[in-house]
DNA sequence: TCTAAATGTCGCTATATGGTGACATGACGA
DNA sequence: TCGTCATGTCACCATATAGCGACATTTAGA
């Protein structure tokens, strides 16, 4: 389908990249300061480099923003695609809820 | 965090497993049938076995259920896990959606 | 100007993942 | 019983991706 969603999907499977976005969530943030943070907080840690990657990703997607500020770079969080990419997938399934209940209701009573 | 949510967000980065919930939201199928739609309608086509495996890694993060009938495998779709942390995801980020909508707004008001 | 800090970029390695074909199992029907 | 259809499983291949170190670039500050 559309390739902007393909992105935000990639984009969130990686729990580092979310780790990312809950940092950025905090607040807006500079690339040294979140490699720090990583290097502390992550298991076994992770470098620079690293995180850098996954910000490219994550800029792909138009998860994060960023701004230049001298020799520092400003990230932002940008929660709009994901609120999009969500709101498209709960309301796709919102009809099939209530069928898919009774659906389950029926497989749950066919088991025993 | 949550491993159980570690596994719906991979799930959902594939376009092909995208395409069996898809598939599956229009109704309970068996696995045959979903490989042959699967082997005529995308590009290039792609085989049993690969949409076996898909089904694995639905079932691992639990969007998928199925229920054995003699030698078929009936396949359900279960939205209740996106369901799950789609809200999660957009309630944590509500908060944020003003601050970041300002915060961008001084983002671009800077860039020029 | 000169140094150091913050970031950007490149090439490399290891592992994860998508995909396949071949073969095994298990149930239905003649 | 026996063939066949639907599914399950295995070993294998190719590519994508996460991660790193090393080096290049840019900017603040002495």
């Known amino acids: 389908m559309s390739a902007e ?4 999907w990639k984009a ?11 940092r950025l969530a905090k607040g807006p943030c500079v690339t040294g300061d979140l490699c720090d943070f990583f290097a502390r907080t992550r298991n ?3 470098g620079r480099t690293g995180v850098m990657k996954h910000l490219d990703v ?3 997607a138009k998860l994060v923003l960023f701004r230049r500020e001298g020799r520092h ?3 932002y969080l940008n929660p709009v695609p994901i609120q999009r990419v969500c709101d498209r997938w709960v309301s796709r399934y919102v009809r ?3 069928q898919s209940a009774n659906r ?3 497989l749950v009573e066919s088991k025993r």
């Not at 969603?5 to 935000?8: K, L």
């Not at 969130?12 to 809950?22: G, K, Q, V």
Request: charged content about 35%; proline content about 3%; cysteine-free.
């Open 73 to 75: 770079r400003w990230n």
């Open 96 to 98: 099939g809820l209530a």
């Open 104 to 106: 389950l209701k029926d």
């Open 58 to 60: 994550l800029e792909k």
């Open 44 to 46: 076994g840690g992770i």
């Open 12 to 22: 969130l499977a990686d729990p580092t990249r979310r780790a990312i976005l809950d």
């Open 5 to 8: 969603e393909d992105w935000v």
